[in-house]
């Protein structure tokens, strides 16, 4: 049995009649809308979702710094550890480890160019470079680097709409991000917990 949303994606974004310039553009705000409402629904059903469930075993307080602490990454950073019981600390010297938010970017750029020469896709790309320190100056996390890419279709029709659902698309890129760095985080402090062979040493 066909999934009902993607029979309906099919039923608005694949009819002929949509090439009438009018229904394009009432197609790309119901794809807008669309997306808003699964950003909605991913929000509501909690963290876990998204596998945001293995909270870093090692870490029990944090501090995250960044050139921007108003930045949207940060806050969802902080939201997603403060929901895996991770303390995030104002102070870097109250903290166990300091996550270094060392760069981030954000380009958008042509994809896809029709026959007719217009522009039918766009490829949206988020990064961001971090690394992991401890309390005693010691590197707990190497330089890593975390990406997201998501091609969109581009109405030349409506700029706005499309903008909007590029905006949207922004949002989920960044929890996407949001929780690769979680995962990176799962490494800190293995390293330094002591094996066997340590622990049988004279």
């Known amino acids: 049995?066909?999934?009902?949303?993607?029979?309906?994606?099919?039923?608005?974004?694949?009819?002929?009649?949509?090439?009438?310039?009018?229904?394009?553009?009432?197609?790309?705000?119901?794809?807008?809308?669309t997306i808003l409402l699964t950003t909605l629904l991913i929000s509501n059903c909690g963290?876990?979702?998204?596998?945001?469930?293995?909270?870093?075993?090692?870490?029990?307080?944090?501090?995250?710094?960044?050139k921007n602490a108003d930045d949207d990454l940060v806050q969802e950073l902080e939201r997603a550890l403060r929901a895996q019981d991770v303390a995030v600390k104002d102070n870097a010297n109250e903290a166990e480890y300091g996550l270094i938010i060392l760069d981030q970017r954000s380009k958008r750029r042509t994809a896809t160019v029709s026959g007719s020469a217009r522009i039918s896709e766009q490829e949206l790309s988020e990064s961001v470079d971090f690394t992991v320190v401890a309390s005693d100056g010691s590197t707990a996390l190497a330089l890593s680097t975390a990406t997201v890419d998501r091609i969109f279709e581009y109405n030349e029709d409506n700029i706005l709409a499309t903008d909007d659902e590029a905006s949207l698309l922004r949002s989920e890129m960044q929890r996407d991000l949001v929780r690769q760095i979680l995962n990176r985080l799962q490494a800190v402090g293995r390293s330094t917990a002591p094996t066997s062979s340590d622990a049988t040493a004279p």
Not at 52 to 63: D, E, K, L, R
């Open 1 to 33: 049995m066909k999934r009902p949303y993607l029979f309906a994606h099919r039923l608005l974004f694949a009819n002929p009649l949509l090439a009438n310039p009018l229904l394009a553009n009432k197609a790309v705000a119901l794809r807008a809308l």
């Open 47 to 66: 963290w876990h979702l998204r596998g945001y469930g293995n909270a870093p075993q090692a870490i029990n307080s944090i501090y995250i710094s960044s």
